[in-house]
Structure formats: structure tokens, C-alpha cells
Nanobody
Framework: QVQLVESGGGLVQAGGSLRLSCAAS????????MGWFRQAPGKEREFVAAISWTVDNTYYADSVKGRFTISRSNAKNTVYLQMNSLKPEDTAVYYCAADTRLVELLSRPQEYEYWGQGTQVTVSS
């Protein structure tokens, strides 16, 4: 069982930045594929970014490419999402997800095994 705990959400003005963190349990974090998703009210959960367990390959949704950066610290069992140039349309609950089955990049929610509880990000105009 893997537990994921997100932090770092909050209220920010458009154009600002936030860094989300997701702390994971487990001794084999370095073998987890990690992802970030978000869900706005009345909308489906959507993919934001993913980072593989091998040589830190990354993958981004087109809507955040060039503005968001996913990274990981295997020493700290933590994955990060640096969000710059935030827009009001980035407002959502952001969720961290993990897959432990030694796969590469995953972009669909159903492909992930474990989920955090989410952290709210609100971008004001």
C-alpha cells in the first residue's frame, strides 16, 4: 500500500507561481511512475504531468507545457509540480498519483494505482 500526501496549494493571482509537493510512503519510491492530475468543479479529472521511474522522462499536457515542471527527489520520496505563469483556468483540485508496476509514462487516471487526497489551487484574475 502506498500513501500519498499533497501540499502546497493555495490562492495566487494570475501570473504567479506555486509549487506542489507530494510525499509518498514506501521503500521503493524510485520505482514508481508518478503523475499529477487536476479536477475543476463539474469537469472530469484531467492529466497534467507525469514523470517516469527511469531516467526521469517527463510528459505534459499541452495546456501546461512550458509553464509547469514535474520533478522528483528519490532521496525524499517526493514528487513536485512547479507551476509558473498561472492562469484562472488552472484553478482546480490537484491530485498526485502513483503506479508501482514499473511502467513508463502514464496519462490516464485509470492507469494509476494510488491517489492522494488532493490540494486546492485557486488562481484569481
Amino acid at each position: 500500500q502506498v500513501q500519498l500526501v499533497e501540499s502546497g496549494g493555495g490562492l495566487v493571482q494570475a501570473g504567479g507561481s506555486l509549487r506542489l509537493s507530494c510525499a509518498a510512503s514506501g521503500r521503493t519510491f524510485r520505482s514508481y511512475t508518478m503523475g499529477w492530475f487536476r479536477q475543476a468543479p463539474g469537469k472530469e479529472r484531467e492529466f497534467v504531468a507525469a514523470i517516469s521511474w527511469t531516467v526521469d522522462n517527463t510528459y505534459y499536457a499541452d495546456s501546461v507545457k512550458g509553464r509547469f515542471t514535474i520533478s522528483r527527489s528519490n532521496a525524499k520520496n517526493t514528487v513536485y509540480l512547479q507551476m509558473n505563469s498561472l492562469k484562472p483556468e488552472d484553478t482546480a483540485v490537484y491530485y498526485c498519483a502513483a503506479d508501482t508496476r514499473l511502467v513508463e509514462l502514464l496519462s490516464r487516471p485509470q492507469e494509476y494505482e494510488y491517489w492522494g487526497q488532493g490540494t486546492q489551487v485557486t488562481v484569481s484574475s
